[in-house]
T-cell receptor, first 116, second 118 residues
Framework: DTEVTQTPKHLVMGMTNKKSLKCEQH?????MYWYKQKAKKPPELMFV???????INESVPSRFSPECPNSSLLNLHLHALQPEDSALYLC???????????????FGPGTRLTVL | AQKVTQAQTEISVVEKEDVTLDCVYE???????LFWYKQPPSGELVFLIR??????QNEISGRYSWNFQKSTSSFNFTITASQVVDSAVYFC???????????????FGRGTQLTVWP
């Protein structure tokens, strides 16, 4: 199994809603990532988990709350988002933590989020 | 300063043409990794290749080939005999190993939109 799965594929939410994005990998990878990608832009790193611990937070607003329940799962909890948070949210995983030898990241298909 | 520069924003070719996507990077690290990813309209970023800074051998995989030149800090990607299915945004990325707080994170270029016409 060499894939990263993400659910849901599409999500529409209001600014007062609470929702969660889910990501799963079964490749035994030790690092997992959340990225945000706006149209016609490269992905922007949000969070990195290494060995289930948060290792990088790129000064992301607290309305985004990551969680890593176990080595295969990564969640992104959303609350009180703004319309400008509408974007494609990509999850990725890598065999090694950032900086390791086998650190190529494998990405999921993403969740297209629209905040009304 | 931009660590990865992809100067070509958009490229259009006709099927069966060869096309080269340019990537220039900037780093002070002696150990680093370079990557190419493909992002089709579906949105998923597909890993294509990883190259470490000590391996300057060019690589060929089917119709894809990569030319890594440390002397010019370039890691260019060539598609031979392009096909419509090659249409996508292609990202070049850099990962540095020796820097503390930025350890291992991917620096993406802005991407090159490749359109292959039938």
């Amino acid at each position: 199994d060499t894939e990263v799965t993400q659910t849901p594929k599409h999500l529409v939410m209001g600014m007062t809603n609470k929702k969660s994005l889910k990501c799963e990998q079964h490749m035994g990878h030790r690092a997992m990532y959340w990225y945000k990608q706006k149209a016609k832009k490269p992905p922007e790193l949000m969070f990195v988990y290494s060995y289930e611990k948060l290792s990088i937070n790129e000064s992301v607003p607290s309305r985004f709350s990551p969680e890593c329940p176990n080595s295969s799962l990564l969640n992104l909890h959303l609350h009180a988002l703004q319309p400008e948070d509408s974007a494609l949210y990509l999850c990725a995983s890598s065999q090694e933590p950032p900086g390791g030898s086998y650190n190529e990241q494998f990405f999921g298909p993403g969740t297209r989020l629209t905040v009304l | 300063a931009q660590k990865v520069t992809q100067a070509q924003t958009e490229i259009s070719v006709v099927e069966k043409e060869d096309v080269t996507l340019d990537c220039v990077y900037e780093t002070r690290d002696t150990t680093y990794y370079l990557f190419w990813y493909k992002q089709p309209p579906s949105g998923e970023l597909v890993f294509l290749i990883r190259r470490n800074s000590f391996d300057e051998q060019n690589e060929i995989s089917g119709r894809y080939s990569w030319n890594f030149q440390k002397s010019t800090s370039s890691f260019n990607f060539t598609i031979t005999a392009s096909q419509v299915v090659d249409s996508a945004v292609y990202f070049c990325a850099l990962s540095e190993v020796n820097r503390g707080s930025t350890l291992g994170r991917l620096y993406f270029g802005r991407g090159t939109q490749l359109t292959v016409w039938p």
